[in-house]
C-alpha cells in the first residue's frame, strides 16, 4: 500500500517562487520522507508556493536528477530509496599491484578553486561569449550530422579552419581534432617520446604539461628561460647530453612567466632543433590573448615538420568548450591520427560543430577584442594595486598578453605556508613550485586575472599583502649567534674554540 505525505512538512513561505527555493523547500521534505512514499501533487505545489506550473516543475526536475525523487508518469512522484550504506572499503592490496607512485603534482592543482579565484587561468563568465556559445549550439545541435559518426582526425569544416588560422602552407590534412589541449599534449607527448625517455621543457612552464609527462613517464629536462625566452645556450647542451627529441615550448607568453621568445632565439631554437633531428611541441595556448595588434607568428611557420602545433579554444571562450587542433605533417601525424582513432575512435561532431559555428560567425572577431581589452585593464589595474598594496614581491615582468602574473615572494618567506594562509583569507593563488620540473630558484606565486573582476582582483591583492606582512611579521627573529658578530665576539669564539 502507498503511503502519501501531506503537504504540512513543506516550507509554507509563499515568497518562495523561484524554483531554486523550491527546490530546497522539496529536498527538506524529501529529507525527512519514507523512500516510496509520495510527494504532493503538482496543482497542491502550486497552490503552497503560488508558483507557475513550469516552476514547480523545474524544480522536481532539479530533484530528480539529483537521485532523491522519481517521476512516473500519470501516477505521481516518489520519494527515492537511498543508497545503503556500506563499510569502508579496505583496497590496500592494489598498492602491491600498483607500485610506487609517480612523481605527481599536488593534488590542488587540479581540484575546483573556491574564494576570490586568482589562481585558475580559466576566463570568468563575464569573459565567456555565452550568447555566442549558446546560439552556436543550438545551430549545431539542429544539423543531423551533429549526431553521425565523425572521422577520427574531425570534420573536414573545423580541421580547414585551424589549418587558415596558424597561417602558413598548412592545410586541412595537416590538422587533427582533438578535446582540449591537455588531450592534445597527452596524444602528442605519447607519440613522439618512448616510455621512459626525455623531453625538454622549460623552467618554469605549465604545471598541465608537467603533468602529463609524469603520468606517462617520461623525463623532464628542464631549461631555465631568461627575458628572451628559452636559454639557447642550456638548450644545446641539453639536446646534447640528454638525447631529448622533443622540445616541448609555449613560445608567446609562456604560462606562467608571460616570457615570449625574441626574434633571435626563435630562430636559434629552431636551427638547434632541425640540427639535432628533434620536435618542437608548439603550445599556442595564448593565440586570442596577444594584446599586441601583430603578435609572433607561430614557429610552425618556420619550421613545418620540425613542428608539433597545438592550439585551444578554451582559454578564449569557456571551460565547457573542449576542442583544440594538433597540426602536424608526415608520420607523425598519421601516428597521432591513430593514436587518437584507438583512443577515442572520434570525438563526438556536436563539440565540433558548435565550436565552428562559434568561430566563423562575424561576432567571433569583436567577441577577441572585446576579451583583450578587458584583460589588459585588468592586468593594469592589479599591476597598480601590486605596487600599491604588496610593493615588496617582485613582479618578474608585466606582460603583452595572456592572463599571468608571476611573483616571487619577499626573500624568507615559504610558498606552500602563503599559499595556505592566502586561502583561509579566502584568496586562491597558486603556488610556484609545481611548475619546475626541478629546484625551483625561489619561493614564487602566480597571480591569474582570467577568473576575477577589477575590484577582486584589487581585494585580492591587497589581502594577498597583508598576508605577506603578517608573516613577515610573524618571522622568528634571529638569536644572537645568528646575527653578524663583531670582531670582538670573533676572537672571543676562536678563543674558546
Given at each position: 500500500m502507498k503511503t502519501s505525505i501531506t503537504g504540512s512538512g513543506a516550507v509554507k513561505d509563499a515568497r518562495h517562487t523561484s524554483d531554486g527555493r523550491i527546490a530546497g523547500a522539496l529536498r527538506a521534505l524529501v529529507a525527512h520522507a519514507s523512500p516510496g512514499s509520495r510527494i504532493p501533487s503538482l496543482r497542491e505545489l502550486c497552490s503552497t508556493h503560488r508558483a507557475s506550473p513550469v516552476t514547480v516543475h523545474r524544480a522536481i526536475s532539479q530533484l530528480a536528477r539529483e537521485g532523491l525523487v522519481i517521476a512516473r508518469p500519470g501516477d505521481g512522484t516518489y520519494v527515492?530509496?537511498?543508497?545503503?550504506?556500506?563499510?569502508?572499503?579496505?583496497?590496500?592490496?592494489?598498492?602491491?599491484?600498483?607500485?610506487?607512485?609517480?612523481?605527481?603534482?599536488?593534488?590542488?592543482?587540479?581540484?575546483?578553486?573556491?574564494?576570490?579565484?586568482?589562481?585558475?587561468?580559466?576566463?570568468?563568465?563575464?569573459?565567456?561569449?555565452?550568447?555566442?556559445?549558446?546560439?552556436?549550439?543550438?545551430?549545431?545541435?539542429?544539423?543531423?550530422?551533429?549526431?553521425?559518426?565523425?572521422?577520427?582526425?574531425?570534420?573536414?569544416?573545423?580541421?580547414?579552419?585551424f589549418a587558415r588560422d596558424v597561417g602558413g602552407d598548412a592545410t586541412a590534412a595537416d590538422v587533427l581534432i582533438v578535446p582540449g589541449g591537455q588531450a592534445a599534449l597527452a596524444a602528442t607527448f605519447r607519440t613522439l617520446v618512448p616510455f621512459g625517455g626525455p623531453m625538454i621543457v622549460e623552467s618554469p612552464?605549465?604545471?598541465?604539461?608537467?603533468?602529463?609527462?609524469?603520468?606517462?613517464?617520461?623525463?623532464?629536462?628542464?631549461?631555465?628561460?631568461?627575458?628572451?625566452?628559452?636559454?639557447?645556450?642550456?638548450?644545446?647542451?641539453?639536446?646534447?647530453?640528454?638525447?631529448?627529441?622533443a622540445v616541448y615550448l609555449q613560445p608567446a607568453l609562456s604560462n606562467p612567466t608571460g616570457t615570449s621568445l625574441s626574434a633571435a632565439r626563435r630562430a636559434e631554437v629552431l636551427e638547434l632543433v632541425e640540427r639535432a633531428g628533434a620536435f618542437v611541441v608548439e603550445d599556442d595556448?595564448?593565440?586570442d590573448l596577444s594584446f599586441s595588434a601583430s603578435p609572433p607568428p607561430p614557429l610552425f611557420r618556420e619550421a613545418g615538420d620540425h613542428v608539433v602545433y597545438i592550439r585551444s579554444l578554451t582559454k578564449s571562450t569557456a571551460p565547457g568548450l573542449r576542442v583544440a587542433g594538433i597540426v602536424a605533417r608526415g608520420p607523425?601525424?598519421?601516428?597521432?591520427?591513430?593514436?587518437?582513432?584507438?583512443?577515442?575512435?572520434?570525438?563526438?561532431?556536436?563539440?565540433?560543430?558548435?565550436?565552428?559555428?562559434?568561430?566563423?560567425?562575424?561576432?567571433?572577431?569583436?567577441?577577441?577584442?572585446?576579451?583583450?581589452?578587458?584583460?589588459?585593464?585588468?592586468?593594469?589595474?592589479?599591476?597598480?594595486?601590486?605596487?600599491k598594496h604588496w610593493?615588496?614581491?617582485?613582479?618578474?615582468?608585466?606582460?603583452?598578453?595572456?592572463?599571468?602574473?608571476?611573483?616571487?615572494?619577499?626573500?624568507?618567506?615559504?610558498?606552500?605556508?602563503?599559499?595556505?594562509?592566502?586561502?583561509?583569507?579566502?584568496?586562491?593563488?597558486?603556488?610556484?613550485?609545481p611548475w619546475f620540473a626541478a629546484e625551483p630558484p625561489g619561493a614564487f606565486v602566480?597571480?591569474?586575472?582570467?577568473?576575477?573582476?577589477?575590484?577582486?582582483?584589487?581585494?585580492?591583492?591587497?589581502?594577498?599583502?597583508?598576508?605577506?606582512?603578517?608573516?613577515?611579521?610573524?618571522?622568528?627573529?634571529?638569536?644572537?649567534?645568528?646575527t653578524a658578530a663583531s670582531p670582538r665576539q670573533r676572537r672571543a669564539r676562536r678563543a674558546r674554540n
Open positions: 527515492a530509496r537511498r543508497p545503503a550504506e556500506s563499510a569502508p572499503l579496505d583496497s590496500s592490496w592494489q598498492l602491491s599491484v600498483l607500485g610506487s607512485a609517480p612523481d605527481a603534482l599536488p593534488a590542488v592543482m587540479y581540484e575546483p578553486p573556491s574564494g576570490l579565484l586568482l589562481g585558475t587561468g580559466y576566463p570568468d563568465v563575464g569573459l565567456q561569449p555565452l550568447n555566442l556559445l549558446m546560439k552556436a549550439a543550438r545551430r549545431a545541435s539542429s544539423r543531423e550530422r551533429a549526431w553521425d559518426r565523425v572521422p577520427p582526425e574531425g570534420s573536414a569544416e573545423l580541421r580547414a579552419w612552464t605549465y604545471f598541465g604539461a608537467l603533468g602529463v609527462l609524469r603520468s606517462l613517464g617520461l623525463r623532464a629536462v628542464p631549461v631555465a628561460v631568461d627575458e628572451h625566452g628559452m636559454r639557447t645556450d642550456l638548450l644545446e647542451a641539453a639536446l646534447a647530453s640528454s638525447k631529448a627529441r595556448y595564448a593565440r607523425v601525424r598519421r601516428r597521432l591520427r591513430l593514436l587518437r582513432a584507438v583512443e577515442d575512435w572520434f570525438f563526438t561532431g556536436l563539440l565540433q560543430d558548435t565550436a565552428l559555428e562559434l568561430v566563423t560567425t562575424p561576432a567571433w572577431q569583436r567577441h577577441l577584442l572585446e576579451l583583450r581589452h578587458t584583460l589588459r585593464a585588468r592586468q593594469a589595474e592589479t599591476v597598480r594595486a601590486l605596487g610593493p615588496e614581491a617582485r613582479l618578474t615582468r608585466v606582460p603583452d598578453g595572456g592572463f599571468s602574473l608571476w611573483l616571487e615572494l619577499p626573500e624568507g618567506r615559504d610558498e606552500l605556508e602563503f599559499v595556505r594562509a592566502a586561502a583561509a583569507r579566502g584568496v586562491q593563488v597558486s603556488p610556484g613550485r602566480r597571480i591569474s586575472i582570467a577568473s576575477a573582476s577589477v575590484s577582486e582582483l584589487v581585494q585580492g591583492v591587497e589581502l594577498l599583502g597583508q598576508v605577506s606582512r603578517e608573516l613577515g611579521a610573524g618571522a622568528t627573529a634571529p638569536t644572537r649567534t645568528e
